[in-house]
């Protein structure tokens, strides 16, 4: 089934069902539909092609989500961009998508025009709203066309649907392709009971540039549900607090620090969480306490550890901890793969593989690898980068695991040079590429260290220059402008030399062994 099929047979089942709810405006099915209908129009009459990009900056907000769809009627290819990337990060993506039109809200007009001016193919702009020196996307919709998407405009279901950019180790973003049929194959996108089949649904939209965003955006759908919108982003736990409240929200995704940030602040301020009914976590390693304790505080809600990356789409594995409470092993894991088909969606296969591509013996670490009709078809304009993550139709995660007798995965480490902080990756070799341009710097190196809960500090370790000084405060200043906030180094380290191999590499285990007792002590 085509993305573009999706939305006409949601308003065909379900016209009046809610479908978006912003600032106490509900759209429903019928009107999104119309909406995007028209403005699908609009943007064809503007020169949009089938797969040609097309990029979204901005707040999460219904008008962003009418343009998504709206692209995806024309078999454009839809790229979200995060609102909290600084001005060269959008522009090193947008250069790599290569975008025929740029849609951008108000409070991200400047970052809009200053990204263009950097950009040897820029794209045209649009803004969502009045005030912008962009014309507005409802200037589009009421002009007289003289044309519109014809049956050319049909894709095949093995075509790149959607774009999910994430970070590279090299410091090149890199464009995650899911296809139609992929995307299909996603968890929930598919259930057995058909479209429509949780009317009532409430999910609280938190991004729309990550794999969970674009999920939700495509599976709430499905269930017939509504997608509601933070009156103000980015979100903060008490304006996520106060919509579960107010809009009764029954789904609300998280990160680690985002659950242990909720838990301590209902617990203190008693606010009435009691419409929630799942509660997804992920992102990192979630440790057995939060789990413990989010399962005490919501005891109506559904506590759910999700295992999944932008490459493989949702789910690899999910666990439902409150099963697990007596067994503080199996708490740590993040389910059995193989559940996923007993609960009516397409299961991945996961494999654990050593050296030499062997398979891991019962309870051996190794790299997850997986295989499903769930996963990318590779990255845009990235062969090598697809090669080096794919084989046999099989995906390296780059995540270190292992597989239990029973089948149950845990996930322990990873391989990749990356930090996650908030739920989002952060490649070491992008931050280190920024911090080595400081005039005091003669070396950088970028670790993540453990906190003592769960989640990672970054961390900057770098040698300077003759007389060189610098402190943590100069440092974040001197990010500010190449780096999103959630990409500043936490924790500074001055040091004479850095641990090397016998290759002359750094030896970041060694640097990572040597400082985790300082960063946990600090924390």
């Known amino acids: ?33 119309r909406h995007a209908e028209q403005l699908s129009n609009a943007l064809y009459a503007e020169g949009l092609r089938p797969d040609d990009r097309i990029a979204l900056l901005g707040d999460p907000d219904p008008q962003l989500v009418v343009a998504l769809y709206a692209s995806v009627g024309i078999g454009a290819i839809p790229l979200a961009v995060s609102p909290l990337l600084a001005v060269p990060e959008i522009a090193a993506i947008l250069e790599d998508a290569e975008p025929k039109i740029l849609i951008h809200d108000n409070r991200h007009a400047d970052s809009a025009n200053s990204t ?17 020196t962009s014309p507005m996307l409802s200037s589009l919709i009421q002009k007289d066309l003289d044309s519109s998407p014809d049956e050319g405009c049909k894709r095949n279901v093995d075509e790149t649907a959607v774009l999910i950019y994430t970070g590279g180790t090299t410091g090149r973003p890199k464009g995650v392709m899911h296809s139609h049929r ?14 429509g089949y949780d009317i009532k649904r409430r ?15 495509w599976a709430t759908m499905a269930a017939g549900g509504c997608l509601v919108f933070l009156d103000d982003y980015p979100a903060n736990v008490c304006s996520i607090m106060e919509a579960v409240e107010r809009d009764r929200i029954t789904h609300l995704s998280t990160v680690g620090q985002l659950l242990r940030d909720l838990i301590r602040e209902v617990s203190a301020t008693g606010k009435d969480m009691q419409s929630l009914k799942v509660i997804g976590c992920g992102g990192s390693i979630i440790s057995p306490k939060t789990l413990q304790d989010a399962i005490a505080q919501f005891p109506a809600a559904i506590i759910v550890n999700n295992y999944s990356q932008a490459e493989c789409g949702m789910s690899i594995s999910r666990s439902f901890p409150k099963h697990h409470l007596d067994d503080p092993i199996r708490l740590r894991s993040v389910g059995r ?7 009516g969606e397409q299961a991945f296969q996961v494999r654990i593989i050593v050296e030499d591509d062997r398979e891991a013996d019962v309870n051996e670490s190794g790299e997850i690898v997986v295989r499903g009709a769930q996963t990318m078809i590779g990255y845009w304009r990235q062969p090598e980068e697809t090669k080096e993550a794919m084989f046999d139709g099989w995906i390296r995660t780059g995540d270190v695991g292992c597989l239990d007798a029973d089948g ?37 190196v970028v670790i993540g260290l453990s906190l003592s809960g769960e989640g990672e500090a970054l961390v900057a370790c770098v040698v300077l220059r003759d ?17 999103a906030r959630h990409k500043w180094p936490t924790h500074l380290f001055i040091l004479d030399q850095f641990p090397r191999t016998a290759v002359d590499k750094v030896d970041k285990k060694r640097l990572c062994k040597q400082l985790s007792s300082s960063v946990k002590h600090d924390i």
């Not at 995307?183 to 058909?194: L, R």
Request: negative net charge.
């Open 1 to 33: 089934m085509l993305l573009s099929e999706r939305l006409p047979l949601a308003a065909r089942l379900y016209p009046a069902a809610p479908a978006l709810l912003r600032h106490g405006q509900i759209m429903n099915y019928g009107e999104l539909h």
């Open 116 to 132: 263009v001016q950097l950009l040897s193919n820029p794209p045209k702009l649009f803004s969502t709203e009045v005030g912008s």
């Open 182 to 195: 992929g995307m299909a194959a996603w968890n929930q996108f598919t259930p057995s009971a058909g479209f």
């Open 203 to 217: 999910v609280l939209v938190l991004n729309i540039s990550h794999l969970v965003g674009q999920f939700q955006l």
């Open 337 to 343: 793969p193989a559940d996923l088909a007993a609960q």
């Open 408 to 444: 149950y995965l845990y996930v322990l480490d990873r391989l990749k040079d990356m930090v996650i902080v908030g739920g989002s990756n952060v490649y070491c070799a992008e931050v280190e590429q920024v911090i080595a341009s400081h005039e005091m710097v003669d070396d950088a």
């Open 467 to 483: 007389r060189g000084s610098l402190d943590l405060a100069q440092l974040q200043a001197f990010c500010e402008p190449s780096l």
